[in-house]
Every structure is written in C-alpha cells, then in structure tokens.
C-alpha cells in the first residue's frame, strides 16, 4: 500500500469515527434526495435505525406541510451552496415533531461536480424551551406592575423594566449602566452596603420597607425584596430587586389606624356612659331589698341585682380594653400581701358559687410584693370564674400558691372541658375565644387578655397547661421584689 493511500485510508477511519461518536445527526444523501448514510446520532433523534433508513427518500423525516424546503435546499446545492442554520421542524419515527438547526453542504466528485449532501441536524429543542421560557420570563418583567431590576455587585443597574420607568420617571436608557443610588435618597445611601451584604452572602432580603426618590426629586415609599442572582457555576454575580410602591398601602392603614382609634373613643365613652345608670339601679335595688320582706320578692330582687353586678363587670372589661388600647390603663402600686388577696378573693368566689369547693393548697403564710392591689383581685377573680364557668360537670377548683425564688407563683387548676393544644396559643389574645359546639358559657373573649395585661405590666408571665376532657390550670408570676 502506497503511504498516500495509507493516510487517506487514516483519514477516513477517523472521519467514519467522528461521525459515529457526533451528537448532532449527520446524514448524507443523493441529489434525489436518496438517503446513503445515517449515524447513531440520526438513529437517536428521528428514531429510525440506519437499516430503515438508508436507501429512503429524505421526505420519510420531513413533515407533510414541510416538503417545499426539501426543493429549495436541493436546489441551493445544487447549484453548490451551502445552507447554513437552518431552524425547522422534522417529524420522528412515532410521528412526534422535532425542532432542529440544519446545516447542508454540497458533496462533490473528483471532478468537482455535485453529487449529493451531507447534513447536520442538531437538535434545538432545548435551546428552544429555554428561548420559550426567556421569552414567557421577559413578558412578565415587562407587565409586572411592580419594579423589577437587576444590577451587579457593584450596585450598577443592568435591566429595568417598564413599571421601573413608570415608578422612578427614569427611562430605561437614563437608567441602565448607572448606580443604583440613582434612585436612593442620599440619608438611606447606607441601605445599599446593607443590601449588597446580604446579597453577598447569598441572603435574600424580604419586604424591606424604605422609601427611594423618584427622577423629580419626589420620594416613594416602597416594600422591597432583593435576591442574589447565581451564575452556572454558582457564583453570585449581582442581585435582582422587586420594589413595590406601598403608598396606597400606607394611606389605607393610616386611615384604618384613624377609624380604629375612633372606635376604641367611642367604646370608651359608651362603656363610660353605661356606668353611670348602671350603678345607680345597683344602688335602689339595694335600697329597694332592705325595704322589702317578703321572701319572694326579696328573692327576684337580689336576682336583679346579681345580674346588674355582672353587666357592670362587662362594662368595666370593655373599658379597661379601651384603655389598655389607648395606653391609658395605670396602675396604682403599693406595697400588699397577695396572700391575703388570694384567701379573700377565694371566700368572694366561694359566697357567690356555694356549689363549688374552692381548695388552697399553700405553704406560704404571707408575701408581701408591691403592685396594683386592685388590679391584681381582678386577675384573681377572672381565672377563678372561668374555672367554675368551664367545668359544667365538675365542682372543684384548686388554687396553688408558693414563693420559687424572686417570684411568688400562683396556679389555678380545674376539672373541667380543657383547652386544645393548637387554641392554647391564641387564648390571651384580645377577643379569642375557643369556638367549642359543646360549651354554652357566653363571653366576650376579654378576661384572659386583660389577665395577660394585668401580669405582664407587673412584669409576670402568665400560661396555661390543659388537656382536653382532663381540665386546665392558669399560672401566673410576679416578681416579689419590684412587680
Ligand atoms: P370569655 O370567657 O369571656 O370568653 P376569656 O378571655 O376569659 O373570655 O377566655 C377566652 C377563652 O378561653 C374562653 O372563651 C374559653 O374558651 C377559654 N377558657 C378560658 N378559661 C378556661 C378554662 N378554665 N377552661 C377551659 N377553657 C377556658
């Protein structure tokens, strides 16, 4: 063998094995359009092994309404050009389509004389999802109502959308490529070491809210939220920010915070106004059952007067929120032995509930601490009602005090409905109330939140422990030193 022959032998090993290891599909085939050479490539992406597919006519891989390319790549190579890039759509052997980029060179004889075509076809289907998602992606920056950039590292703003244009009055050529404290109002330049700190350490930064400056010099407040934006290799190399203009928002809460302190007003004034008849037929139901003796009648009027007892009760629950709600509950501290309360709000609790037994277990003999005397009582009085009210079925309460270390603590324990883990949270919150089917007991879900006030503003803490069916126990804190 002559060495000529022998490379050009070399040559078209190599050339057959590029072909055979080739990604893209390479075909080849005559000026008829005759398929001569099919490579795994081509058996992979249109389905046909190279038995089936050799000695075809190249329509077996062209759909229908597709042929007329057929005729104009034939005739470019024909005439000896190449067609290059060209997008389409082939059909696969189970009928499926398949984007791909067709690149076609003539192949010619010895004589230079064209004999047919060798194709590449890659197959494009990825790149085209990933151009259909850009472009879906692209489509909603642009509509979003809020502002979406995104800028470098080094805070230089590289996109902007159209509501950016809108919200700052920047277009897109005055923005892009300038700093980013183009819109920052100089005392909040801060904000952006801040930001891009996060942001470079792969944090996101939430509703942030801030206020920026529009391109007339007038300030927006928004809410914004900035993301790190990660390159293939994982690299942070700039950060996206979505900021929303919360003006509206702002107006809307100031007004509401404007209705709601209204409201509080006249819920205090009208709990206000309600005291004043409330205590003075209090006051002649009293003067009335002294005047009368029969038994009956002095029966329906003590009746009369524990209902008008606890209609006050009410009253004073609501305007004790209102005030806690303005900041104007005080507390009027002195120096008290809350033992002593404990017993008689017991004794008061036990002559108005004859039915329950009310046990203290302590082995304290007195602890003297410094606090609102009155208010505490009132605490008292709430945990111990609401442990006779939810125990339908039970008629016993017990009550634990005892000193543990700077703190007395104080429990009170019934047998009663108990209260679900999930709702035990949410108890101390103003106007909650356990929905429960089976429990009648009315309320107004104001007790255990004013409980909650009266302990903490002593700087306590106050909790629950219960168990559904089992019954419950109320603890509560103070410090015995400074409450
Ligand atoms: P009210 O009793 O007026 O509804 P509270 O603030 O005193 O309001 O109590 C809030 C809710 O907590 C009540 O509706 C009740 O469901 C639950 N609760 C309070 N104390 C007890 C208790 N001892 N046992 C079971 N549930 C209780």
New binding site residues.
Partial sequence: MSEDLWILEEKQAMLAAIIMSSDDAIISKTLDGIITSWNPAAERLFGYDAKEAIGQHITLIIPDDRLNEEKFIIRQIASGKKVDHFETLRQRKNGQLVPISLTISPVLNSKGKVIGASKIARDISARQQADEKQARLAAIVDTSDDTILSKTLNGIITSWNKAAVRMFGFSEAEAIGRHISLIIPEERIDEEDFIIGEIRKGNKVAHFQTIRQRKDGSLVPISLSVSPIIDKNGNIIGASKIARDISGEQELYRKLKEINAKKDEFIALASHELKTPLTSINGYLQLLEQRISDKKSKDFVQKMRHQVTRLTELVDDILDVSKIEAGKLKLHKAEFDILKVVKNTIDLIANANPGHQLALHTSVKFCNLKGDEHRIEQLLI?LLT??I??SPDSNKVEIFVSTEQDDVKIGVK?F????SQEKLPN?FSRF???D?SD?S?S???????LCYEIVTRHHGMIWAE?KPGFG?T?WFTLPIKDS
């Fill in positions: 709430n609401n442990a009210r939810y019934d009663g409905l108990g209260i108890i909650y109330r356990v429960d429990t007991v309320g107004l879900g104001i007790g255990l939140y219960s419950s109320f």
